[in-house]
């Protein structure tokens, strides 16, 4: 899955794609590159960020989303929303996938949409609101408190007709650094759930806290941790580098 931020203000990208002809070349560039999913978003969700109106989110993507499904008809994108006005929006203009980064909490209509839609959906584990969410989380087992949100929340998703559920334990999202590496440790453990896994690691400060960089060195990093996860059952990674993390498929692929 190649992201597409639209954002000026993403951690790692903010603004490079925000224009219509640059956000159409970044798309090329990853399918071309082997992306099998093209994530947009129109909002940044980095800690301590405010989330703006559905109003601004619609002016931002539905331009160049129009353009990406213009262009590349046969191709599947996905929409980084937590608003079900967003996703029904999103969906009828040719949006493949619902990615909400509040796995349903955010906006009690989402179930709905995208029941009624039959679209996947991909449910991620987020404490609290991107502004608040780095403030000190604390969880008794965030590894066990994490598998209960989802075990939880599936079954409200699927009590509301939702049927194809992906599933992201949200590294760097309500969590510590600490929490996030236990989650990674314990991946294996998210396939007791039966729903496929994607894994969201690219470039995140979990990577450059560690070896005293920043976003922009952070590549390496994020190839060794993709690669740990694709060994302990992600099935999906979401990532700003297609070429390598493609790469990194193909030889994980190959050794097993």
């Not at 703006?52 to 990406?68: C, G, N, R, T, V």
Request: glycine content about 8%; aromatic content about 8%; charged content about 25%.
């Amino acid at each position: 899955m190649g992201i597409l931020n639209l954002s000026k203000d993403s951690f790692y990208d903010g603004g490079k794609y925000s224009s219509k002809d640059k956000a159409l070349k970044q798309t090329e560039k990853m399918l071309n590159e082997g992306a099998d999913i093209i994530d947009i978003g129109a909002f940044t969700s980095k800690p301590g960020s405010k989330l703006f109106s559905a109003e601004k989110e619609k002016q931002i993507l539905f331009p160049i989303l129009e353009i990406l499904i213009n262009n590349f008809p046969e191709k599947l994108f996905s929409i980084d929303t937590f608003r079900s006005e967003i996703a029904k929006n999103s969906i009828e203009i040719g949006a493949s996938i619902i990615n909400d980064i509040s796995g349903g909490k955010f906006d009690k209509k989402m179930f709905e949409v995208i029941a009624k839609n039959k679209v996947p959906y991909v449910m991620m584990h987020m404490k609290g609101t991107p502004k608040t969410m780095q403030l000190n989380p604390e969880y008794k087992n965030v590894v066990i408190d994490v598998l209960n949100f989802f075990v939880k929340q599936i079954k409200i998703a699927q009590d509301n007709g939702v049927t194809d559920i992906i599933i992201d334990p949200g590294f760097g999202f309500g969590k510590s650094l600490n929490h996030n590496f236990e989650l990674l440790k314990e991946l294996n453990l998210f396939k007791k759930i039966n729903c496929p896994i994607l894994i969201g690691l690219s470039r995140k400060s979990m990577i450059y806290k560690i070896l005293n960089g920043n976003p922009n060195q952070s590549l390496n990093g994020t190839t060794i941790l993709n690669t740990f996860a694709l060994i302990n059952g992600a099935n999906i990674i979401r990532v700003h580098d297609v070429k390598e993390a493609k790469e990194c498929i193909t030889l994980c692929e190959y050794l097993y």
